[in-house]
């Protein structure tokens, strides 16, 4: 036989589900309050609001295109701003000192200050503002979380290197390659000529491909002064920070005076700069 108290417990269960069935529909069914008027009639928040979890932030369209073409510093670092942060160890887990374990291209003229990050190295420093005109969007263009490898569905950008969030291949060589001697005619790298050049790259560039650096994510004019004065400059992006054993292929944009034959080594090049690099295109774009 049932006991009287378990009765009585399941019947005063019932009752308060009851109770809060009906506050609900009553809750629904209720006009609105003062408070709940005026946030509805309230303008939309500058920034959006965090996303609920992890899975929805990885998901957010901004990482998708063609949002991530529009998105902006701001809302990359509302999330991101770790990447901003000075994080470097002053010394490695072994007890080498940050300040002794250098790579060959901190060794040159143009680079200053202490150890920094990879990020910081391309947006915050003295020189990457002095000279480049870099956003998130400059390198990353968006990634498909459920797909990493290019061509495996019809639905994947088609253009990302396996597991990377960047292509090097579009965006990192640009200035990482080597420096092409064999199409310049130098006599060897550029650390055996230069001083045969006096360091100066001017001597032959102050005619030759003079239309360059003319992409929104480069302060040209920056560049071309510093340039002047210091062959590092030059150098400093163009195989004095190699990361590869490849070179970039820039495009040979028209200079006054050039030749009209086109030589071997050229032919198939573009002529101008990718179209999301141009200012021009990119503003006639956001007109439309």
Excluded at 60 to 89: G, M, N, S, W, Y
Excluded at 105 to 112: E, R
Excluded at 182 to 205: D, I, R
């Amino acid at each position: 036989m049932t006991a009287p108290w378990l009765k009585f417990l399941s019947w005063s269960g019932v009752c308060m589900a009851m109770t809060m069935v009906l506050g609900a529909c009553q809750d629904a069914g209720a006009p609105p309050t003062a408070a709940t008027s005026s946030a509805a009639s309230a303008p939309a928040p500058a920034v959006a609001p965090k996303p609920a979890s992890y899975h929805a932030a990885k998901y957010d369209p901004i990482h998708f295109k063609p949002a991530i073409d529009k998105a902006t510093d701001q809302q990359c670092l509302a999330c991101h701003a770790e990447v901003l942060k000075p994080t470097v160890r002053k010394a490695s887990l072994a007890g080498v000192p940050a300040s002794d374990a250098k790579a060959w291209y901190q060794v040159t003229s143009t680079y200053q200050g202490e150890q920094d990050t990879f990020h910081r190295r391309h947006l915050e420093t003295a020189m990457a503002k002095q000279l480049m005109n870099m956003r998130c969007t400059t390198c990353h263009e968006g990634n498909d979380p459920r797909d990493e490898a290019p061509g495996t569905s019809s639905t994947n950008f088609g253009h990302q290197t396996l597991r990377k969030m960047v292509n090097p291949e579009t965006v990192c060589l640009k200035c990482h390659g080597k420096m092409n001697v064999e199409v310049m005619g130098l006599p060897g790298p550029w650390e055996q000529s230069k001083a045969a050049f006096q360091n100066n790259c001017m001597l032959c560039h102050a005619g030759i491909r003079t239309t360059r650096h003319q992409v929104n994510y480069l302060n040209a004019k920056a560049i071309e002064e510093a340039g002047k004065t210091n062959g590092d400059v030059c150098f400093g992006c163009h195989g004095g920070r190699s990361w590869y054993r490849t070179h970039y292929p820039y495009p040979r944009h028209a200079w006054p005076g050039m030749a009209t034959e086109v030589p071997d080594w050229a032919k198939g090049r573009p002529t101008e700069s990718e179209v999301r690099f141009i200012s021009a295109a990119v503003n006639a774009g956001d007109k439309k």
